[in-house]
């Protein structure tokens, strides 16, 4: 009992101290500040990240983007190993005539969460995740950027509308991969 007490005091102690910029009334998410993309020795990238939890799985995003867009452009893999499907000059928001340039990408461990009777238990961390650049290179989840919160409840929304098992998906991303 002891044991659970401390780990539901050190996640509300982590989690009132994380970077979280934004959270909507309406949908639950994250805008990290300044994501640095080490994409080798010399090469950087620093970009605000939107996150949230999928519906099924870390590659939701990616799923509902194929979807509704079709095949990505392009694919940047980071430093550490994490890859982002890219898809260029979209559009995303339908009131909007504007394009954009879409980095999807998330993440999925298995972590240990705490010991029962000397036995780990197990639980999943995972999360979806986007960046979002306009036609001028402009990062649209900066902190000043007005359509932050539209775009994270585009892709949210996206996300929930998503089936599970996209074969045509599965198809290309295990081409890529």
Known sequence: MKT???????????????????????NN???FDSITFKFNKTDSLLVHEMAF???????????FMFSTYGK????????DKLRYLVWKNIKLLDH??????????????KTELLKVNGKPKYGRIFYCSAIV???NNYDCFNPE???????ANY?????????KGNKAFEKEIKIDY
């Open 4 to 26: 659970l007490i401390l780990l539901l005091t050190l996640i509300v102690l982590c989690l009132s101290c994380s970077s979280q910029k934004r959270n909507s009334k309406k």
């Open 96 to 109: 909007k005539d504007a394009l954009f340039t879409v980095a999807v990408g998330g993440k999925e461990k």
């Open 29 to 31: 998410f994250e805008i």
């Open 145 to 151: 950027s007005l359509l932050k919160e539209a775009l």
């Open 72 to 79: 990505w452009n392009n694919t940047i893999q980071t430093e």
């Open 133 to 135: 650049f306009n036609v």
């Open 155 to 163: 892709f949210i929304n996206g996300v929930k509308t998503n089936k």
């Open 53 to 63: 939890t999928p519906k099924y799985e870390a590659t939701d995003l990616q799923r």
